[in-house]
Antibody, heavy 124, light 107 residues
């Protein structure tokens, strides 16, 4: 069974850093691009960023709201994707989901597998 | 950024109704659009990709159409398990963006 499990969320003060992990199983992480998507309390979905597979250079793209503060990385040998969040702001408070691209080659088609989400609360 | 506007934002319907949700893009996105369903407290679920391709395992009462700037998600006969919030997402241009959501509730 294909599964994504996020961890690392919690309460953090503004300006601090936090690293989220997305542990994958049931497929070969190295074949797929991975995304992070967040949802603030009572709000809609916001795409955070993507890391492409090594076959597509492992490069990243980010939403403007997090660019320069958030970094997505991957360790294919451990089957884990990461989201490092720095200089956190109160508006970063959200449930963070990791998602898998629906196709190894056509990673821009959709996101077909989602984790259960991990909650990040930024507050003093 | 490409802005997606869904209409309506809220929809009240009965079991068996035909329901249509529209997603309009602020600029052309070819067929690079996906639809997701989200139920309270749950992660979203992929329904449609490439504007009209049904994801494996999704009931055939769901269908998608459109290209360019205007897209629709149609539920041919609403079932009790379909009451949820629906989001469109464009994957044509970074940053990828979502519509604001359409909440479908029971009349």
């Amino acid at each position: 069974e294909v599964q994504l499990v996020e961890s690392g969320g919690g309460l953090v003060q503004p300006g601090r850093s936090l690293r989220l992990s997305c542990t994958t199983s049931g497929f070969t992480l190295g074949d797929y691009a991975m995304n992070w998507v967040r949802q603030a309390p009572g709000k809609g979905l916001e795409w955070v960023g993507i890391i492409r597979s090594k076959a597509y250079s492992g490069t990243t793209e980010y939403a403007a709201s997090v660019k320069g503060r958030f970094t997505i990385s991957r360790d294919d040998s451990k089957s884990i994707a990461y989201l490092l969040m720095s200089s956190l702001k109160t508006e970063d408070t959200a449930v963070y989901y990791c998602t898998r691209a629906s196709d190894p080659e056509y990673y821009y088609y959709a996101m077909d597998v989602w984790g259960q989400g991990t909650t990040v609360t930024v507050s003093s | 950024d490409i802005h997606l506007t869904q209409s309506p934002s809220f929809l009240s319907a009965s079991v068996g109704d035909r329901v249509t949700i529209t997603c309009r893009a602020s600029q052309g996105i070819s067929s690079s659009l996906a639809w997701y369903q989200q139920k309270p407290g749950k992660a979203p679920k992929l329904l449609i990709y490439a504007a009209s391709t049904l994801q494996s395992g999704v009931p055939s009462r769901f269908s998608g159409s459109g290209s360019g700037t205007e897209f629709t998600l149609t539920l041919s006969s609403l079932q009790p398990e379909d009451f949820a919030t629906y989001y469109c997402q464009q994957l044509n241009t970074y940053p990828w963006t979502f519509g604001q959501g359409t909440k479908v509730e029971i009349k």
